[in-house]
């Protein structure tokens, strides 16, 4: 969903094949089944299914926001978990996505800078009557450099008294790397925070009326 330019998730994923989101949003009424769904996703290291943007520039727009979110929809109907990569949340289309989701995740880098435009987006939103969409938010913070400043985590700090979760993720070679990602290359303590960022979004996408099964629990824990 990210139309500037098309996100770049494909370099982070790897393409195997040419198909894109564009094509989804095209053949949206054939978008019945997992099966016909995949025929346009591409396949991660790590088993994530993507329908990533074009790279190509073969004169195809960017969806709008009305095509996109059919897509989700139809997704949404053959799968449990659909997660969205939107472009920067400085518009009312990107606004509504965050509000439609379970768990609105904002990504900041470990500078001061972006962690204070990003809480003056959390005070926006309030303010703008998304308060609910601020309760629900999963702010991750991605470390570009191997040294986090004190400053730095002054603010993170600061940012926990607004955020419900916030998810340093420490520097990691792998993620700086502009290659697919193989979280089985990554090192432990970056795993370790991948796992925490990924339970924050799985209690928020939970159903609260449905008991996990004990063995589940011990698996997320």
Not at 95 to 117: F, G, I
Not at 149 to 167: K, L, S, Y
Not at 179 to 207: F, G, Y
């Amino acid at each position: 969903m990210n139309p500037v330019p098309w996100g770049g998730l494909g370099e982070r994923i790897g393409r195997s094949t040419a198909g894109t989101m564009w094509d989804a949003v095209r053949d949206l009424h054939t978008l019945t089944s997992r099966r016909e769904i995949e025929r346009w996703t591409q396949h991660s290291p790590s088993g994530l299914l993507a329908l990533v943007g074009e790279t190509e520039g073969r004169g195809r727009r960017p969806p709008r926001h009305d095509e996109a979110a059919a897509v989700i929809e139809a997704v949404r109907r053959a799968y449990p978990l659909a997660i969205c990569d939107v472009m920067p949340a400085l518009i009312t289309g990107v606004w509504r996505t965050l509000a439609a989701a379970h768990a609105p995740v904002l990504v900041a880098r470990a500078t001061t800078d972006s962690l204070h435009h990003t809480m003056r987006l959390v005070a926006h939103l309030r303010a703008a009557g998304y308060s609910t969409v601020a309760d629900r938010i999963v702010l991750a913070v991605v470390a570009s450099s191997p040294d986090t400043d004190r400053a730095v985590r002054a603010v993170v700090q600061q940012a926990t008294a607004a955020v419900p979760a916030v998810i340093p993720i420490p520097f990691d070679a792998q993620l700086a790397r502009p290659e697919p990602i193989d979280v089985r290359r990554l090192r432990k303590p970056t795993r370790h925070a991948l796992v925490h960022l990924a339970d924050a979004v799985i209690q928020r996408c939970a159903d609260p009326r449905a008991e996990l099964p004990l063995g589940a629990v011990k698996e997320r824990a």
